[in-house]
């Protein structure tokens, strides 16, 4: 396995800091809990950890509106804090990635505090003004990803600034040099420290049409639908000019041993290829969201595997996310027992695994009263609230989930006495007990991480199959997508097969692949 990055082979789990372990009883996570959470994740499993941003901010967007690109805000720690965390997960073989949010600032970073203080300002142009429209009124008919114009009006200067999300996030200007600089300095500052590599926040939409025309409107819009979907955003996100950028930062990036960029990219999926770039020079791993987008039907999901598997570039490497912060936890999308096939099928699937914290002791989306609603996405429209998966880590049955001695930021699950961490680890058929065997299977077998995948037809609507090759090794992955028992004949793929795993956790067995039945939501690893 040794020309494989550790990028490739790894496993990459996302923390949310502000919900996954206070050490100060203040109610919010910080960095000391992570580093006190490290030996956990160690024993899971898991290889790098991505760290939602925890940079100075005022948190109108719980960090991603940053004030201060190269510090950490207090409520986490210090940089001292952040070096002893970044040496206590490389003690232990793991990596860290950081969040990088260049699309935009806080109207409190002092960047915009300065451009907007007068027309004539060096960093005017750091941000993106526009004279009212010729009716008076915004410049464009341009939607905020959270609802609303995406412009806010200064009375000071008389002129609209553009930001994509909350009124707090003026959008940077990426066609000025100058912000480009300042970004990749902030880059190099943590590049510097030793961090492993960045996720960045919204990549394909940091540049915007010059001429600032208005968006067509999306026939395909139906009520339920994000309000900032009724537009296609045509004018506003994934520009050709784009590209030179991602390419700018991968290069920087390249003048390090072994860092990998990360791009958060919504796109369909001729459009994300684009994003490796011409000659792979662009992000290493352009996020796939298809398991969370997609309705959870085995042949869809068959399609999609299939699909994205032939559309790859030469050299790309492929990748699957099952949750994140800003979508409703699988558990709750699909149910508790088709995670375990959800889980299953994102640890053998060819390509890296991230995996959303909680998620591996079934955390649920927890419902939040509308008045204890933090997120500025759920304050304008609360059916696409994201605190629900945002909620405390249930790490054991004490008060709060021993999350924290405080009052927790938001809620703590009902469930947090059965579903945690120390009780799932002294059940052996527990989601927490399937998820830790997965990844052991992957880390110790070559066909679940760096073999080939040929998807099998199961003929058999409910199930998808698929087998990973490594020569000599073979393995058969088999998911019942439904409640109901399936029989199956995949014979044509194998007479007999060894079971190494099924989500049941409850047996091994050499088994007949002409008369194979899968339980009720069971998936099974079969050595074949
Ligand atoms: C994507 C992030 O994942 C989300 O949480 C955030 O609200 C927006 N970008 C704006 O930064």
Redesign the pocket.
């Known amino acids: 396995m040794t020309e494989h990055l550790w990028w490739q082979t790894g496993i990459v789990y996302q923390i949310y800091p502000r919900s996954f372990m206070d050490s100060n009883g203040d109610g919010t996570g910080d960095l000391q809990g992570i580093i006190s959470r490290l030996d956990y994740l160690h024993w899971l499993g898991v290889n790098a950890i991505w760290l939602s941003p925890i940079f100075p901010s005022p948190m109108a ?1 719980f960090g ?1 509106d940053v004030a201060d690109y190269v510090d950490i805000a207090p409520i986490f720690g210090t940089l001292a804090d952040f070096d002893q965390l970044l040496h206590a997960a490389h003690e232990r073989g793991l990596k860290i990635m950081l969040d990088l ?1 260049p ?2 600032s806080s109207d409190e970073h002092p960047w915009f505090v300065e451009s907007r203080s007068s027309r004539n300002n060096a960093k005017r142009d750091w941000y993106i003004w526009r004279d009212p429209g010729p009716a008076g009124g915004p410049p464009n008919n341009w939607q905020s ?1 959270f609802g609303g114009d995406a412009w806010t009006f200064d009375p000071a200067t008389g002129q609209y600034y553009l930001h994509l ?1 909350d009124t707090k ?1 003026p959008d940077l200007n990426w066609r000025n040099p100058a912000v480009r600089d300042a970004i990749y300095a902030a880059m190099r500052f943590w590049l510097d420290r030793g961090v492993d590599g960045f996720r960045v ?2 990549i394909w939409l940091l540049i915007k049409d010059e001429q600032y025309r208005d968006n067509p409107m999306n026939p395909a819009w139906k009520p339920g639908d994000p309000p900032h979907s009724r537009q296609e955003q045509v004018y506003m996100a994934d520009l050709p000019e784009v590209h030179d950028i991602v390419r700018e930062m991968r290069s920087l990036l390249d003048q390090y041993h072994e860092r990998v960029l990360i791009g ?1 990219i919504y796109l369909p999926v001729p459009r994300l290829m684009l994003y490796y770039g011409t000659n792979r020079d662009e992000a290493h791993l352009p996020f796939n969201f298809q398991l969370i987008l997609l309705p959870w039907d085995a042949q869809v999901v068959r399609e999609a595997v299939d699909t994205y598997e032939a559309a790859l570039p030469t050299g790309a490497w492929p990748n699957w996310v099952l949750g ?3 979508q409703p936890r699988i558990a709750s999308r699909v149910g508790l027992d088709q995670a375990r096939v959800a889980q299953m099928m994102l640890l053998t699937l060819r390509g890296t695994p991230t995996c959303y914290y909680g998620d591996e002791i079934g955390m649920q989306n927890v419902p939040i009263p509308l008045e204890l609603i933090h997120d500025p ?1 759920g304050k304008d429209d609360p059916a696409h609230s ?1 605190d629900p998966e945002r909620t405390p880590m249930q790490w054991d049955a004490s008060a709060n989930a021993g999350f924290t001695s405080g009052q927790p930021w938001l809620p703590v699950a009902d469930n947090y006495t059965t579903v945690n961490v120390v009780a799932q680890r002294e059940d052996a058929t527990s989601m927490l007990a399937l998820f830790r065997h997965l990844i052991e299977l992957r880390h110790t077998m070559p066909a679940l991480s760096i073999g080939a995948h040929q998807s099998v037809d199961s003929r058999n609507d409910h199930v998808f199959a698929y087998v990973r090759e490594h020569a000599p090794q073979r393995v058969l992955i088999v998911l019942n997508f439904s409640a109901d028992k399936q029989d199956l004949d995949l014979s044509s793929t194998s007479v007999t097969g060894r079971l190494l795993c099924t989500t049941y956790m409850d047996s091994d067995d050499t088994l007949n692949l002409g008369y194979l039945t899968l339980r009720p939501n069971e998936g099974m690893i079969i050595a074949i």
């Open positions: 967007d991603y949010v699309n935009h990803f999300f996030q926040d919204v958060e994140n912060h800003d996405q994201r």
